[in-house]
RNA sequence: GUGGAUGUAGUUCAGCUGGUUAGAACGUCGGAUUGUGGAUCCGAAGGUCGGGGGUUCGAAUCCCCUCAUCCACCCCA
């Protein structure tokens, strides 16, 4: 074979294409219940963007993004998540002075140049809202709920939602500190991954399964919280209580993005392998500043619908049934190909589904495809129908067939459609 | 970037320690029903055995290289 999709990317057949767009539906339908609005933003931004919005010393920033010079000498990169594209675009379009509060969604491809493998590809899409200008508990909330009802709205099951809160300016420099001081002396003992983490970002050191034993008595952030992101973070779990969200409380919960403050979450399914985050966000207080904007603190998730698909699929989810065509209209020799054209246009006006023989397959053949079809009537035009001025009409499901006059055709089936 | 597994019809797979015409099921097409679906029966089409090189009288099978896919690590959606 000469070309195939590129490694980490895939095709999405018409087979599957029915399943993406109920997911979709869902998504929005659960989106605008809650009030957030699409936000359309391009695929590819400026890399400086990510670097300062990402974060120069995450993963994704490191090793991970598709990075390009178009021929404009611009470094471009096709966005690898999507908050700072969104921000960018707030703050671009002065959204944020026109009202103090701004509630987004976005369903969009993302871009991640990472070894595929189960629930990880390198082009993937991703359903993200963002809500920004509340600093309110019930904000982290609103979009850890708006992600939590609609996995579950999808009919997912075994969902775990985790919990942590990673402080704030004021007090994670002081725990980070505290940390670093604890496991400096242990560096020479632990892996060499945990030698790696601990210069990138030492809170993911405690996340070690070679080495996980080793701190059961290092710091921990609860310790070190200021009163405000300790409140913050009681008011997030009470009122997730209120709402009946079930979470549990991981201290190793520590997103790879560097723009989190306080509250981070993740939602994990237990039917998919080793990937097994359907979605996780976190609260972002800083962003807006770093990317030029006035203080403003905002909250959001990204989460993957490859991998809600594939939960579903491990989990046996019935999507709902595709529509079936009304009308699949049989024909044999010339004369019945140019009746049937002008008969389905009709149908197709009055906004039935209708097809039509393209191959000139023996009837019988156009019996099966109309049965394939989930066909519920099949119009038969032959040589004996035109020659009389007729057309065959048959119920699929009744196995009964009637023979109908052409020019009283669209009204006779129009009632037969009704029944 | 690291490790492991796997590459044979459209799809899912079989093919024993190398032996000559590479099989099955499903799907497709045709027939049983000269113009009628889903069930059944019969038949047909469809394969450079991922690619290249080597060993051998002989390679889908053994060896080397390469490419791809999958799974895991890392990390994340």
Not at 11 to 29: F, H, K, N, T
Not at 210 to 216: E, G, I, L
Not at 274 to 294: M, N, P, S
Not at 341 to 360: A, F, P, S, W
């Amino acid at each position: 074979m000469k070309f195939k999709a590129v490694k980490g990317t895939s095709d999405v057949l018409p087979a599957e294409s029915s399943g993406w767009q109920y997911v979709e539906s869902v998504i929005r339908r659960q989106a605008e219940k809650f009030g957030f609005r699409e936000i359309r933003t391009p695929i590819f931004e400026e890399t400086a963007l990510f670097v300062k919005g990402t974060g120069d010393t995450t993963d994704i920033v490191q090793k991970e993004m598709y990075t390009f010079t178009d021929k404009g000498n611009r470094s471009i990169t096709l966005k690898p998540e999507g908050t700072p594209p969104v921000i960018r675009a707030m703050l671009e379009h002065n959204l944020l002075k026109e009202n103090p509060l701004a509630k987004v969604y976005y369903i969009a491809p993302m871009f991640r140049y990472e070894r595929p493998q189960a629930g990880r590809m390198r082009q993937h899409t991703q359903f993200g809202a963002e809500i920004v200008g509340s600093p309110s508990p019930q904000a982290d909330v609103e979009v850890i709920s708006l992600l939590f009802h609609t996995l579950q709205e999808l009919g997912l099951s075994g969902l775990k939602l985790r919990l942590n809160t990673l402080g704030c300016p004021k007090c994670r420099p002081q725990y980070r500190e505290k940390l670093v001081g604890y496991l400096k002396p242990k560096l020479p003992n632990l892996c060499e991954y945990c030698n790696d983490r601990f210069l990138r970002n030492p809170l993911r050191v405690l996340d070690c399964k070679v080495d996980q034993d080793k701190f059961d008595d290092a710091p921990e952030m609860g310790q070190f919280l200021c009163t405000e992101c300790r409140d913050h973070f009681q008011a997030v779990q009470d009122n997730l209580s209120v709402i009946s969200i079930p979470f549990v409380l991981d201290k190793k919960l520590v997103r790879g993005l560097d723009y989190y403050t306080r509250t981070a979450f993740e939602v994990a399914s237990r039917h998919l392998g080793a990937q097994d985050a359907l979605g996780g966000g976190g609260r972002y207080d800083g962003l807006v500043e770093e990317l030029g904007g006035d203080p403003t603190p905002g909250v959001g998730f990204g989460s993957g619908i490859e991998r809600y698909l594939l939960a579903m699929k491990n989990q046996g989810v019935k999507f709902p049934e595709e529509k079936r065509t009304d009308y699949f209209i049989a024909t044999l020799g010339n004369e019945a190909k140019i009746k049937g054209m002008e008969i389905g246009t009709q149908l197709r006006l009055k906004g039935y589904i209708c097809e039509q023989e393209l191959l000139d397959r023996s009837l019988k053949a156009q019996m099966r495809e109309a049965n394939r079809l989930n066909t519920r009537f099949v119009i038969l035009i032959g040589e004996d129908e035109i020659k009389k001025g007729v057309v065959t009409i048959k119920d699929m499901d009744g196995h009964s067939q009637r023979v109908v006059p052409l020019n009283e055709l669209v009204e006779k089936i129009l009632g037969a459609a009704k029944q």
